[in-house]
């Protein structure tokens, strides 16, 4: 009850949101990364250039700038790496700024000019963080307090006579400044953010209500004609090679269609936010159900958190290419693979069919198709077909962080 009630205080619900925008995370911990930087430069300036500290002050100084560099340099790592960046690392970096800081003015005391003054960034980059005016609010309050007893016990402490406490308090009543002027402006951004979001959630529902739509008229409707095209062939026997050839030529576009029409309705898991393998599972064997061609799907490796677009631009290149093996390659057998490694994702279907002529590229809009949506993620985009291996096998291979248009989105 105590946790939950903390929580409702704080509104640390709200922490999620930022969890929720990978992207924006990420270029707020670049922007704090090269911020710090930045600062270092300023301080390394200062420690070489006409000094007034003494040895003990220096070394100390020496030590914090150190262990600023190790932990700032870890987090610029991980960004340039391309690994996870969560929330936690980028609240860690403030936490070590806050401690940084605060022994920096224990060393130096209430007079210097620099320190406390750091104070300011470390509070707005907190403020960016987390939206919840309380929890800012307790942030800057905590912080304000740990300065105000440093500046009292430290050596060099204030000093009354020279009204340094009306420098204390002015000092601390910016941190407040500083803390809300930041925390409204970004309330507001994410509140625009959050609005995007719903407007795209509500085309979601469409989609997704559009599919069921075609799901419930139009592909029933195309099943239970190939159920009668069929039964029509199963009847007329060899009595009539001419008729047979054209309920075979009738059965297949009729299979072919109702094949199409599962692209909007199997797309549909995808706006509801399953994962891309298993979306792509479902569509596969629905792809064995309709065209009786067996078809596999097998997955390496742990899915990543993809943004929607990304999933439906890698589930369209799936989609097309099991259409070109049905429709086109004569394929008796297809295998999608799907690759998940530590910096890249990978894509590829196979087809054991009679390959592609050499200007497949120029027929149709399918490759065509393919290749746009690998380009838009950033992607590379290959097909392999010809004498020298047996049938066709299109892959899309896009390394995260490289994507274009809003593609992938990588969180744990």
Not at 180 to 206: D, H, K, Y
Request: glycine share 6%; net charge neutral; charged share 20%.
């Amino acid at each position: 009850m105590l946790l939950v009630a903390v929580n409702n205080f704080f509104r640390l619900n709200e922490w999620t949101q930022n969890r929720l925008d990978p992207d924006g995370l990420r270029y707020l911990a670049t922007v704090s990364v090269w911020g710090r930087w930045f600062v270092s430069a300023v301080c390394v300036f200062l420690l070489v250039y006409r000094p007034l500290f003494e040895t003990s002050t220096y070394t100390a100084y020496f030590v914090l700038l150190l262990i600023l560099l190790a932990s700032n340099g870890y987090i610029h790592y991980r960004l340039a790496s391309k690994k996870t960046m969560t929330l936690q690392w980028v609240l860690a970096l403030s936490v070590v700024d806050v401690i940084l800081i605060s022994v920096g003015v224990g060393v130096s005391g209430f007079q210097h000019f620099l320190f406390f003054m750091l104070y300011y960034p470390a509070l707005a980059m907190f403020a960016l963080l987390f939206t919840s005016f309380r929890l800012n609010l307790a942030w800057v309050t905590l912080v304000s307090f740990t300065y105000t007893v440093i500046c009292v016990t430290s050596e060099g402490s204030i000093d009354l006579d020279a009204r340094d406490d009306k420098a204390l308090i002015t000092r601390i009543a910016m941190m407040y400044v500083v803390s809300a002027s930041v925390n409204l402006v970004s309330g507001f951004e994410r509140t625009r953010w959050r609005q995007a979001i719903e407007r795209e959630r509500t085309l979601q529902r469409e989609r997704i209500d559009l599919s069921q739509s075609i799901h419930d008229t139009m592909a029933q409707s195309a099943y239970m004609m190939g159920l009668g095209i069929d039964t029509a062939m199963h009847i007329a026997g060899n009595s009539n090679k001419e008729l047979i050839s054209t309920l075979k030529a009738t059965s297949h576009l009729s299979r072919t269609a109702m094949w199409d029409l599962r692209h909007p309705i199997d797309i549909g898991r995808v706006f509801e936010g399953r994962e891309l393998g298993r979306a792509l599972r479902s569509h596969v064997e629905t792809f064995t159900t309709i065209t009786s061609v067996p078809a596999e799907i097998t997955q390496k490796g742990q899915e990543p958190l993809l943004s929607t677009d990304a999933k439906r631009m890698l589930f369209s290149i799936a989609h097309n290419a099991l259409t070109n093996a049905y429709r086109h390659a004569k394929a008796t057998n297809v295998n999608v693979e799907l690759v998940f490694e530590e910096h890249t994702l990978r894509l590829s279907v196979s087809d054991d069919g009679m390959g592609l002529p050499s200007d497949y590229a120029e027929r149709g809009h399918g490759f065509e198709n393919m290749k746009a949506d690998a380009e838009r993620l950033g992607g590379e985009f290959s097909v392999e077909s010809g004498s020298e291996i047996c049938g066709t096998t299109v892959t899309c291979e896009v390394d995260y962080g490289r994507s274009r248009e809003g593609g992938l989105i990588v969180i744990s």
